[in-house]
């Protein structure tokens, strides 16, 4: 056997001349490949690693790309990447200018559909095979999806739609949250291939037709035979919807796996395909804890993820978990939901110690807001702990469920601001314009630790909807405290005072403001809350200086800048202003302290907008004597 195949492997083509005993071979050094890749640049690693096998079979068996195959999240496409001409630039992942660590539209063709977030591909592949047939194009979608994402009720829709559509598509549904016995396993790739097989389905379809003029006979062969499959397949609901059903078999099983899929690859119609994997597989460590490699940084694969040294600054995510945990033990009428990230929400404390209080509802987003409503509606105090740019998924719900009945849900954003290496799919860009413009609902904006944990305090204590947006990883170091107290609702405050230019902060780029301040002798305002706006400080600091400069780590086009725009225009105030935020394009993945400083969002940057728009000299913008 060949000891470097991989090296051969320049695109799918090259995998389909390979003999069952060269996949294997191929799978062992793309596994390795992924350990010691991902281990040098950081990235998904759990998922990627189950899905070795599932790979190579789906390129080995289907005409990529002219058969689309549509990865439903995307963060367990790295063996994808590698096998379609990316392997050379796996060292570039989740850097800027690099490979981004989802699919792409452009950056291969082998990317049919770019994805980031949940539980699309299904409606994808399922408008790529519709408008195959619409065209007369000879082609297979196949959506890959996991047991995780089948939780969201747009997947179900999609299924829904595709059982009738009419149109070829495969659904491999990439269970990862179940096992599979040695014996059963064996008995299901047996199972498996008879029902994908041609034998089965001529023998099928030929008694459907003898037997369809004896509607009794027909009506106890149906049963017979569902019930015949529901003896070794644990679900066929799918069938339901329109599908024809396949598995459960062994997804790193390639002499399962292959010739399934090649009897699949020549069938018609709507077709389920069952693959069981294990996150992690072939790396023991990985294995023990998939949520732990989840997305490790760097690490040394020999050795395994290490506890860091010293003591790591409290992040953002760790004040929200105390702060829920502490709030819960003072107010019985509190009750904490996620729509399926607790660890990334920090949520884990709270979960013990409160398991009766805590719902983890899935990747159902929606769901996750209205049935936050319900609560309210009774008289508990909802907390709906969502990364900012997974409540984009529930607007509607948000809008008519929640703010039109002013209920009194707190949102804790997370994420909010840029992410870094997850990129455009995954940067809170976008809440404060989305969220302002609400009616009854409020945004709050933290500057540190202490703060973040003052706010969430305050929007708990409001009887309407409030919106408590903080970033990914830890602030300047601010330690939370531990008590309970709120802040003046909707009042900013004034940190620095300079002359001739008043610098308005949102967030915890009132730092960055801070250190720019200070050599451009400037005044700073802490706003603190971008709804309600602080109207009555805006305008003082109009009234006293020569211009005003906003900075946010959002987007400028309706963000809190826009905010204090209209604020001015209000109170009949002509003063220039200067709005620093996130730009009208999408921000590529990168180091998100380059990404800051490419976009003047970092003291430097701020400083030299200012000097820009103002000149290096802001006291001649007119005389210090009419202050």
């Not at 890749?37 to 080995?60: D, F, K, M, P, R």
């Not at 408008?131 to 007369?136: N, T, V, Y």
């Not at 939780?151 to 549904?173: D, H, P, S």
């Not at 300047?476 to 005072?497: C, F, I, N, Q, S």
Request: charged share 20%; hydrophobic share 40%; net charge neutral.
């Amino acid at each position: 056997m060949n000891p470097t195949l991989l090296q051969k492997i320049d695109g799918p083509a090259d995998l389909r001349g390979l003999s069952r005993l060269e996949l294997k071979q191929l799978s062992a050094e793309l596994r390795e490949f992924l350990l010691q890749s991902v281990s040098q640049t950081g990235g998904h690693l759990s998922s990627n690693l189950g899905t070795v096998e599932l790979t190579i079979a789906l390129h080995h068996v289907f005409n990529t790309p002219q058969d689309r195959i549509v990865w439903d999240v995307g963060h367990q496409t790295y063996p994808h990447k590698i096998l379609t001409g990316r392997r050379d630039r796996m060292s570039t992942l989740r850097q800027l200018g690099g490979l981004s660590g989802f699919p792409r539209r452009d950056e291969s063709e082998y990317d049919t559909f770019g994805t980031a977030h949940s539980s699309t591909s299904i409606s994808a592949a399922l408008g790529m095979a519709v408008a195959a047939k619409m065209k007369g194009e000879d082609r297979r979608s196949i959506a890959v999806i996991g047991d995780g994402a089948m939780t969201a009720g747009m997947a179900f829709e999609a299924l829904n739609n595709a059982g009738v559509a009419g149109a070829n598509m495969i659904v491999v549904l990439n269970d990862n949250d179940m096992s599979i016995s040695p014996p059963v396993g064996a008995l299901n790739r047996y199972f498996a291939r008879l029902m994908s097989g041609k034998f089965y389905a001529t023998a099928r379809d030929t008694a459907k037709n003898v037997l369809k003029n004896a509607p009794p006979l027909f009506e106890l062969a149906r049963r017979l035979e569902e019930h015949a499959k529901g003896m070794v397949v644990p679900c066929t609901i799918f069938e339901e919807f329109g599908f024809t059903y396949f598995g459960p078999i062994d997804g790193h099983d390639l002499d399962s796996l292959v010739p399934t899929l090649e009897n699949l690859r020549g069938m018609k119609g709507p077709l389920f395909l069952h693959v069981v994997t294990k996150k992690g597989y072939g790396y023991k460590l990985a294995e023990a804890d998939p949520i732990a490699y989840h997305g490790p940084g760097k690490f040394n694969p020999a050795e395994g993820l290490k506890k860091p040294s010293g003591v790591p600054k409290t992040t953002f995510t760790q004040v929200f978990g105390q702060w829920l945990c502490d709030m819960a033990a003072a107010d019985e009428r509190l009750v904490g939901i996620t729509p399926a990230m607790r660890e990334g929400s920090g949520m884990v404390e709270f979960e013990q110690r409160f398991p009766k209080r805590y719902h983890d509802v899935g990747i159902a987003e929606q769901h996750a807001v209205t049935f936050a409503g319900g609560l309210a509606c009774e008289g508990m105090k909802p907390v709906v702990a969502i990364y900012s740019t997974f409540l984009q998924r529930a607007y509607d719900q948000l809008v008519h469920d929640v703010a039109i009945q002013n209920l009194p849900v707190v949102f804790a954003l997370d994420r909010a601001g840029l992410v870094g290496a997850d990129g455009a799919t995954h940067a809170g860009n976008y809440d404060i314009a989305f969220l302002r413009c609400i009616p009854n609902v409020s945004v709050l904006t933290p500057a540190d630790e202490r703060e973040c944990r003052q706010l969430l305090s305050t929007a708990y204590a409001q009887n309407h909807p409030v919106a408590v947006r903080y970033p990914r990883g830890a602030g300047v170091g601010v330690v939370p405290g531990d008590g309970l107290e709120t802040l003046p609702w909707g009042k900013g405050e004034v940190r620095r005072r300079g002359e001739r230019v008043a610098i308005l902060a949102f967030g915890t780029l009132l730092y960055p403001a801070l250190e720019a301040a200070e050599k451009l002798g400037a005044t700073v305002a802490n706003m603190r809350y971008a709804k309600p706006l602080d109207a009555a400080l805006v305008a003082e600091l109009a009234r006293t200086h020569d211009a005003l400069v906003t900075v946010e780590d959002g987007c400028v086009m309706g963000g809190a800048g826009s905010a204090v725009l209209e604020a001015l225009q209000a109170a009949g105030l002509n003063v220039p202003v200067l709005v620093l935020g996130l730009p009208d394009q999408f921000i590529e993945h990168g180091d998100p302290v380059k990404l800051m400083s490419l976009n003047g969002l970092d003291a430097a940057g701020i400083e030299a907008s200012v000097i820009k728009r103002f000149g290096a000299k802001p006291a001649l913008l007119r005389p210090a004597a009419n202050h």
